[in-house]
């Protein structure tokens, strides 16, 4: 006898009707208006991206008769209000230069807003209005309960229809698409032009995204949109709301992804962590953090990569202690780090090592025909004063160096995780590592002054 199991499985709601009417009072649309330099003639609608919008740019441009008077133009966006007293959430670039916003709410009224402050990182942007009544609202959930397949509902004023709303998934987690604080929800959820800056919701009325982007060819829905995570956006509006900007904290280091091949060169069981480049003058270096070593964990949270260090870093408090733990020649230390404030160090740049000059013919090694630095290569490849290490004079483009992006004018200045000057001193890092049964070696590489790790294989 066959026993059939009943599989409970959660359907579709019978409609979302319920939820619409208990958000919409809280979802504004949004219309800027912006002084810009004035244009005559036919406007033909070309799709951004479109090969042929360059081609309409120069013909307007050529045709456009001289002494043209400056015109207002005007945008649309969406946003929600987060408190009772007029606070709204959008999109900075819903905003962005504008000379007036236009706040228009769901019964119909409109009211002007200030802009409190924005975050371009983020793309996101707090706003005001006085209102002479109490204000509908909605709150923020948790975006990290959000999981892959739950029902989220959008709403916004897609291509300046007004109040709209559309359903769909969260179709993926955790998307990057260009910044370093990233944390897109990916949805189904139909999302256009004049969505940007409305609302997620999930089932419970919670917001759980600020709808921000779409992958579109012809910038249209197709099912692909982005919402930047509630959980991003309530640290940044919390800091808007009582700064007027944004205080993220400052590590100060300069970093990498742990590859497979670092991790072997360097003794590492798991391919995690952040692998230190660079530490210029700062937090960082304040606490001992030297070049060479892996972060593994930051305030009592493993690191799993350069990603998640920077989200978890520009997400603490600035001027807090914070315990961090790195890998450091095949032990773990323990540092106690202040961090200092991103937004005041963001043109840091790290000092140049000192060093003697070490004339030498050039050797071949890993592929790689190598120059100690002198006077004369200082010069021509505009190192900076007192670098010392082995030029990349010549690659083989064979080579396992050529493949990882080695190319002549690079200059190596670690081996090892220990200086080398002369190739004499590659060669002592080499025979080493084969010694303590590596099969690689991490060379730390720079280019332009940028530095990286790179982990070649010993033959």
Do not use: C
């Not at 026993?3 to 979802?27: G, T």
């Not at 082995?390 to 200059?411: F, M």
Request: aromatic share 6%.
């Amino acid at each position: 006898m066959m026993l059939l199991m009943a599989v409970q499985v959660q359907a579709r709601p019978e409609s979302f009707a319920d939820l619409a009417d208990k958000i919409s009072p809280a979802v504004v649309n949004i219309t800027t208006s912006t002084t810009v330099a004035g244009r005559t003639g036919p406007n033909p609608i070309v799709p951004e991206g479109s090969p042929f919008e360059e081609f309409f740019r120069e013909f307007q441009d050529r045709n456009a008769p001289p002494g043209n008077r400056p015109r207002r133009s005007s945008a649309l966006g969406s946003g929600f209000v987060i408190s009772e007293d007029g606070f709204i959430v959008t999109n900075n670039h819903v905003i962005e230069s504008a000379d007036e916003i236009t706040i228009e709410f769901f019964s119909g009224k409109t009211l002007i807003a200030e802009v409190v402050g924005t975050d371009p990182n983020t793309d996101i942007a707090l706003l005001k209005v006085e209102a002479d009544e109490p204000l509908p609202f909605v709150k923020f959930g948790d975006s990290d309960t959000a999981r892959v397949g739950d029902w989220v509902v959008a709403m916004g004023n897609p291509l300046g229809q007004g109040f709209s709303v559309s359903a769909g998934i969260v179709s993926a987690r955790n998307r990057a698409l260009s910044g370093s604080y990233d944390d897109y929800i990916q949805t189904d959820a139909a999302i256009n032009r004049g969505n940007s800056g409305g609302p997620l919701f999930n089932l419970d009325g919670d917001v759980v995204g600020v709808n921000t982007a779409i992958l579109s060819p012809n910038g249209g829905s197709i099912g692909i949109g982005f919402s930047m995570a509630s959980n991003v956006v309530t640290r940044v509006v919390d800091q808007l709301q009582e700064f007027g900007e944004t205080r993220r904290g400052w590590l100060g280091v300069r970093i990498q992804d742990v590859t497979e091949d670092v991790a072997e060169a360097m003794g590492l069981e798991e391919t995690a962590g952040a692998l230190v480049t660079d530490v210029p003058e700062g937090p960082g270096k304040e606490a001992g953090i030297l070049q060479g070593d892996v972060i593994l964990s930051f305030d009592g949270r493993e690191v799993a990569d350069t990603r998640a260090l920077v989200r978890q870093v520009g997400n603490t408090e600035v001027g807090k202690a914070v315990r961090v733990l790195v890998w450091r020649e095949g032990e773990t230390q323990n540092l106690l780090v202040t961090l200092g404030r991103r937004e005041e160090a963001e043109g840091a740049i790290p000092a140049a090592q000192p060093g003697e000059d070490a004339p030498e013919e050039p050797t071949q090694m890993m592929g790689l025909t190598l120059q100690p630095v002198t006077d004369e290569l200082r010069t021509e490849l505009e190192l900076p004063a007192g670098s010392t290490g082995l030029v990349v004079v010549d690659v083989d483009e064979t080579t396992e160096a050529y493949e990882k992006g080695l190319r002549a004018g690079d200059l190596i200045t670690e081996a090892g995780q220990q200086k080398v000057e002369t190739a004499s001193d590659l060669t002592s890092r080499v025979e080493e590592a084969r010694e303590a049964g590596r099969k690689s070696l991490l060379l730390l590489v720079r280019r332009g002054g940028d530095p990286r790790f790179v982990a070649l294989t010993l033959e």
